[in-house]
Protein backbone atom coordinates (compact mmCIF):
# COMPACT_ATOMS: atom_id res chain seq x y z
CA UNK A 1 0.00 0.00 0.00
CA UNK A 2 2.56 2.90 0.80
CA UNK A 3 4.29 1.91 -2.14
CA UNK A 4 1.13 3.12 -4.02
CA UNK A 5 1.05 6.40 -2.48
CA UNK A 6 4.31 7.02 -3.36
CA UNK A 7 3.90 6.30 -7.31
CA UNK A 8 0.60 8.01 -7.37
CA UNK A 9 1.67 11.57 -6.99
CA UNK A 10 4.72 10.96 -9.44
CA UNK A 11 1.57 9.61 -12.08
CA UNK A 12 -0.50 13.44 -11.54
CA UNK A 13 3.34 15.67 -11.45
CA UNK A 14 3.70 13.64 -14.97
CA UNK A 15 -0.20 14.16 -16.18
CA UNK A 16 0.01 18.06 -14.91
CA UNK A 17 1.67 19.19 -17.28
CA UNK A 18 4.31 20.94 -15.66
CA UNK A 19 7.15 21.55 -18.25
CA UNK A 20 10.73 20.86 -15.77
CA UNK A 21 13.16 23.32 -15.33
CA UNK A 22 10.72 26.23 -15.71
CA UNK A 23 11.70 29.15 -13.99
CA UNK A 24 8.81 31.92 -13.02
CA UNK A 25 8.63 35.28 -12.52
CA UNK A 26 6.01 37.90 -11.45
CA UNK A 27 6.27 41.41 -13.75
CA UNK A 28 2.73 43.32 -14.01
CA UNK A 29 3.44 45.06 -17.44
CA UNK A 30 2.48 48.39 -18.95
CA UNK A 31 5.62 50.24 -17.98
CA UNK A 32 6.03 51.73 -21.62
CA UNK A 33 9.69 53.46 -21.64
CA UNK A 34 11.48 54.83 -24.50
CA UNK A 35 15.63 54.64 -24.90
CA UNK A 36 17.86 51.33 -23.40
CA UNK A 37 16.31 49.29 -20.04
CA UNK A 38 18.90 47.80 -17.96
CA UNK A 39 17.08 44.19 -17.23
CA UNK A 40 18.06 42.00 -14.42
CA UNK A 41 18.86 39.03 -16.10
CA UNK A 42 19.54 38.08 -19.98
CA UNK A 43 17.12 37.79 -22.00
CA UNK A 44 14.84 39.11 -20.08
CA UNK A 45 11.26 37.81 -19.43
CA UNK A 46 9.59 40.89 -18.46
CA UNK A 47 9.71 44.08 -16.99
CA UNK A 48 9.39 47.35 -18.26
CA UNK A 49 9.74 47.96 -22.16
CA UNK A 50 9.29 49.80 -25.45
CA UNK A 51 6.16 51.22 -27.13
CA UNK A 52 7.42 49.31 -30.27
CA UNK A 53 7.23 45.74 -30.39
CA UNK A 54 9.33 43.24 -32.31
CA UNK A 55 8.02 41.50 -35.33
CA UNK A 56 7.72 38.21 -35.11
CA UNK A 57 10.12 35.70 -36.85
CA UNK A 58 13.14 34.65 -37.65
CA UNK A 59 16.62 37.09 -36.95
CA UNK A 60 20.42 36.57 -38.12
CA UNK A 61 21.50 38.87 -35.80
CA UNK A 62 20.32 39.98 -31.85
CA UNK A 63 17.33 41.86 -31.19
CA UNK A 64 16.47 44.81 -29.53
CA UNK A 65 15.31 43.32 -25.80
CA UNK A 66 12.68 46.31 -25.12
CA UNK A 67 11.25 45.43 -27.93
CA UNK A 68 11.13 41.65 -27.45
CA UNK A 69 9.88 42.14 -23.92
CA UNK A 70 7.00 43.84 -25.34
CA UNK A 71 6.51 41.34 -27.67
CA UNK A 72 6.34 38.77 -24.63
CA UNK A 73 3.86 41.22 -23.17
CA UNK A 74 1.60 40.25 -26.43
CA UNK A 75 2.17 36.63 -26.38
CA UNK A 76 5.17 35.75 -28.23
CA UNK A 77 7.79 33.05 -27.08
CA UNK A 78 11.33 34.28 -27.72
CA UNK A 79 13.88 32.10 -28.49
CA UNK A 80 17.65 33.11 -27.81
CA UNK A 81 20.41 30.57 -29.02
CA UNK A 82 24.07 30.95 -28.55
CA UNK A 83 25.86 32.08 -31.86
CA UNK A 84 28.06 29.36 -31.76
CA UNK A 85 25.15 26.87 -31.90
CA UNK A 86 25.64 24.52 -34.71
CA UNK A 87 23.82 24.94 -38.38
CA UNK A 88 22.06 21.59 -37.85
CA UNK A 89 20.51 23.04 -34.43
CA UNK A 90 19.45 26.47 -35.85
CA UNK A 91 17.49 25.14 -38.51
CA UNK A 92 15.56 22.68 -36.43
CA UNK A 93 15.14 26.01 -34.40
CA UNK A 94 14.17 27.72 -37.35
CA UNK A 95 11.87 24.85 -37.96
CA UNK A 96 9.87 25.56 -34.45
CA UNK A 97 9.91 29.13 -35.27
CA UNK A 98 8.13 28.39 -38.21
CA UNK A 99 5.19 26.11 -36.95
CA UNK A 100 4.52 28.90 -34.52
CA UNK A 101 3.92 32.90 -35.78
CA UNK A 102 4.23 33.82 -32.05
CA UNK A 103 7.83 33.19 -32.03
CA UNK A 104 10.66 35.11 -31.99
CA UNK A 105 14.10 33.49 -33.07
CA UNK A 106 17.29 35.39 -32.66
CA UNK A 107 21.02 34.89 -31.66
CA UNK A 108 22.18 36.44 -27.73
CA UNK A 109 26.04 36.10 -27.03
CA UNK A 110 25.43 36.65 -23.30
CA UNK A 111 23.51 33.27 -22.74
CA UNK A 112 25.53 30.44 -20.50
CA UNK A 113 22.40 27.87 -22.07
CA UNK A 114 22.45 26.68 -26.08
CA UNK A 115 19.01 27.85 -26.15
CA UNK A 116 17.09 29.62 -23.93
CA UNK A 117 12.71 29.86 -24.50
CA UNK A 118 11.21 33.01 -22.79
CA UNK A 119 7.87 34.10 -22.22
CA UNK A 120 6.05 36.78 -20.46
CA UNK A 121 7.41 35.54 -16.70
CA UNK A 122 8.25 32.51 -17.82
CA UNK A 123 11.83 30.89 -19.28
CA UNK A 124 13.30 27.54 -19.85
CA UNK A 125 17.20 27.11 -20.26
CA UNK A 126 18.12 23.80 -22.13
CA UNK A 127 21.27 22.62 -23.33
CA UNK A 128 19.97 20.74 -26.55
CA UNK A 129 17.90 22.11 -29.68
CA UNK A 130 16.57 18.57 -29.48
CA UNK A 131 15.03 18.98 -25.86
CA UNK A 132 11.08 17.47 -25.61
CA UNK A 133 10.77 20.79 -23.31
CA UNK A 134 11.58 23.07 -25.87
CA UNK A 135 8.46 22.26 -27.94
CA UNK A 136 6.08 22.14 -24.70
CA UNK A 137 7.76 25.50 -23.74
CA UNK A 138 6.74 27.28 -26.72
CA UNK A 139 3.36 24.72 -27.32
CA UNK A 140 2.15 26.40 -24.05
CA UNK A 141 3.47 29.80 -23.91
CA UNK A 142 3.14 31.36 -27.44
CA UNK A 143 -0.03 33.05 -28.22
CA UNK A 144 -0.70 33.22 -24.27
CA UNK A 145 -3.78 35.56 -22.78
CA UNK A 146 -2.02 35.31 -19.59
CA UNK A 147 -0.11 38.00 -20.55
CA UNK A 148 -0.74 42.00 -19.95
CA UNK A 149 -1.56 42.85 -23.85
CA UNK A 150 -3.40 39.43 -24.73
CA UNK A 151 -4.70 39.19 -28.28
CA UNK A 152 -2.79 42.39 -29.14
CA UNK A 153 -0.75 41.56 -32.85
CA UNK A 154 3.08 40.26 -32.97
CA UNK A 155 3.37 41.58 -36.30
CA UNK A 156 3.57 45.18 -37.56
CA UNK A 157 6.47 46.36 -35.16
CA UNK A 158 9.68 46.65 -35.59
CA UNK A 159 11.73 44.44 -37.86
CA UNK A 160 15.14 45.28 -37.57
CA UNK A 161 17.64 43.80 -35.36
CA UNK A 162 20.43 45.92 -32.98
Known amino acids: ?69 HSLARGAVWLTYRPDLAPGDLVALEAVQAQQPWVLLSPQGAQAAAVIATAWNAQLEVQRVGDSRLRRFVQRYASSTAVPEAGQACAGGYAGTQ
Open 1 to 69: MPRRLLILPLLLSACSGQISGVQTFSYVGGDLRGGLISYDHVPPAGGPYAPLWQTCGSYDAPIYPEYAV
